[in-house]
């Protein structure tokens, strides 16, 4: 995936396509924090090879259906890191100024919405450049229902 603000080598498994072991990982990834496993969207892995960046970004977004009204999703955001030995990479967040570099095994969670339903501006974050080595991160966003948010 290459755009302006996003350079990596992402592939997703929705959970029809899953094995039973890639099924157990993502049900654990949405239930850790209470998510519900039918409105996860599906399982996602990116790889960032040196030079590789996400700019700064949020992961919440609003709909446009014709059908229904619109509405802001993507209510979690949960990144588990795959491997250590790389350098750079962090995920940074901008307000407060937070850069989080991950080892294999940990898992960084973050609400997008806040309690009233809008988009939490502290949420807004950027994976940097990665240096040396590459990154793997599995990312997996929940969506709230709408009923919800107030």
Sequence with gaps: MES??????TTWWSPDEMDS?????????VKAFGGR???AEPMTV???QVGDRFMAH???????????PSEIVRETTSIVYLNDGYEGGST???TPDLQISGRTGDLLHFRNLTPSGEVDRASVH?????TAGEKWVLVQWVRGPASSRV
Excluded: C, M, N, W
């Design 37 to 39: 496993v039918d409105l």
């Design 92 to 94: 940074s967040f901008l």
């Design 58 to 68: 949020v992961d919440a977004y609003r709909t446009y259906s014709d059908e229904e």
């Design 126 to 130: 950027a994976g940097l450049p990665v």
């Design 46 to 48: 990116a790889r960032y």
């Design 4 to 9: 302006g603000i996003h350079v990596s080598q």
């Design 21 to 29: 072991v890639l099924r157990a990982i993502f049900e654990k990834t």
